[in-house]
């Protein structure tokens, strides 16, 4: 006997169409939308019907206005990859950004939907702990902390999704990418130099949140170790590395940090890993100019600041960051404009992106002139992971488990702990002579080339020091 179906009809069928989409219209991510769709055939037939006017409903409820410009900008550089990302289709991208033009939702396809409307809580998640931290860092310690205003809101998730855009517009590939110089030119010099400096706050933040998640990998799977991926901050290419990891994304970074155990972290950077020269890093470092070079910007006349001192590219009515780049500045030449190591302390506390009322009251500033704090204010500040007692330790890490890589083994390990590591099924000493290397992603190769030559200059520094050693004795 045929079985019947069970199914009722869902409680949205009887009502009319346009009520039913009335309804989806209501929600505020895309995720939601697709939820209840799949939920009730009802549901997803009102979405079939006009997808686009109730995937517009729901995005426009999802981003707020004043970010509209971002999301199409978000949307345009989603689906750019080694081949489409030209230099013609990256300036248009940016000077549509630029030129604020807003987001025409009806014109989006569901996956460009599905993934603008997923960063959208993944950017609250940052906001929140980047302005804690910040806040946190403070040094007149005795003032009271407001909450962030919205004006302050809306500028630090602007800065975010500008990194974001800049990942999908210059993520490093292995076989084409976009050098800094290049970058430096379509992307930073379109901005402010205070509306960089906030994107240097928000890189800065990024790198030092995903630090130990990256350096528990290095630290303990096989094949980074056959790599010689660095997990000392103090390792000559580390901010090569922790560059190209950022470069993932935000959700990627979001996913690593986040992650409860190892296997999680190592799912979310392993499979990405790479290493390259020409991301942010880089590039903000190409931003170092030597034009005016050794003239304080106190100095410039209105023909000089026109000329070397980008306009804002974003509506922003508080004075509050140009204020008070402008001052930190003062008796700074041009090579310290952006991302300068001296004011690395300043990007911490994210002082580009307060409104004028918080850095007079809460903060002190603006009053006098700027002095550079003390060493011993920085040092409490750096709450980076331990790092390892000396690199040599870190190389012999390598070392061991280079050899356990070439005999076949592979996962977790630590020096105290090899228990974990996993062989394959025959584990006698000539089959695991045979086991060859699994190819790996492109985006090792720089790395692996990179670390090939600075292995032989490593030997070869290392037989001069022994010789020298010898002669003395």
């Not at 009335?22 to 769709?37: G, H, K, N, P, R």
């Not at 790198?207 to 103090?234: C, L, M, R």
């Not at 952006?338 to 007079?360: F, P, Q």
Request: a negative charge; one cysteine or more.
């Amino acid at each position: 006997m045929a079985q019947t179906s069970s199914r009722r009809p869902g409680p949205f069928l009887p009502l009319a169409a346009e009520i039913r989409q009335a309804i989806l219209c209501q929600f505020d991510d895309v995720a939601t939308l697709e939820s209840a769709s799949a939920a009730d055939c009802s549901l997803g037939a009102a979405f079939s019907g006009s997808p686009s006017i109730v995937l517009a409903r729901v995005l426009h409820n999802a981003i707020p206005s004043e970010l509209l410009p971002e999301a199409q900008a978000l949307q345009a550089s989603y689906n750019l990859d080694s081949k489409s990302r030209t230099v013609e289709r990256v300036t248009k991208i940016v000077d549509a950004f630029v030129r604020r033009e807003p987001a025409d939702f009806t014109k989006w396809a569901l996956p460009e939907a599905r993934y603008v409307s997923g960063l959208a809580p993944v950017v609250e998640f940052f906001i929140d702990d980047f302005a804690s931290l910040a806040c946190s860092r403070r040094r007149n310690t005795t003032a009271t902390v407001a909450p962030i205003s919205s004006s302050e809101r809306c500028r630090i998730a602007r800065a975010f999704y500008r990194f974001e855009i800049y990942c999908n517009l210059f993520r490093p590939y292995r076989r084409v990418s976009l050098d800094a110089e290049t970058q430096r030119e379509l992307f930073i010099r379109q901005f402010a130099p205070w509306e960089t400096e906030q994107l240097c706050c928000v890189y800065d933040y990024l790198v030092e949140k995903i630090t130990p998640a990256y350096n528990d990998i290095a630290e303990h799977d096989i094949q980074w170790g056959e790599f010689s991926v660095p997990f000392d901050a103090g390792h000559h290419n580390a901010e090569e590395c922790y560059d190209h990891a950022v470069s993932l994304g935000l959700s990627s970074i979001h996913q690593a940090v986040t992650a409860m155990t190892y296997e999680e972290r190592y799912e979310v950077l392993s499979k990405h890993f790479g290493f390259g020269d020409d991301f942010l890093l880089e590039t903000l470092w190409q931003c170092r100019s030597m034009e005016e070079y050794g003239r304080p910007l106190s100095d410039y006349d209105e023909v000089t600041k026109h000329a070397l001192i980008a306009p804002p590219a974003l509506d922003d009515p508080d004075p509050g960051p140009r204020d008070i780049w402008y001052w930190v500045h003062a008796e700074n030449s041009s090579e310290e404009f952006i991302y300068s190591e001296r004011h690395r302390y300043l990007r911490r506390r994210g002082y580009v992106m307060w409104d004028i009322s918080r850095l007079r009251q809460e903060w002190k500033l603006l009053d006098g002139h700027y002095a550079d704090p003390p060493d011993e204010a920085l040092e409490p500040l750096d709450n980076r992971p331990e790092l390892t007692p000396n690199l040599e330790e870190m190389y012999d890490s390598w070392k061991r488990r280079s050899k356990i890589y070439a005999a076949g083994g592979r996962g977790w390990w630590s020096k105290d702990d090899e228990s974990k590591v996993v062989y394959p099924t025959r584990t006698d000493a000539d089959v695991r002579r045979e086991v060859q290397r699994e190819p790996l992603p492109d985006t090792w190769q720089p790395f692996i080339e990179f670390q090939k030559t600075f292995s032989l200059s490593q030997r070869l520094e290392s037989l001069k020091v022994n010789q020298e050693k010898e002669s003395e004795m």
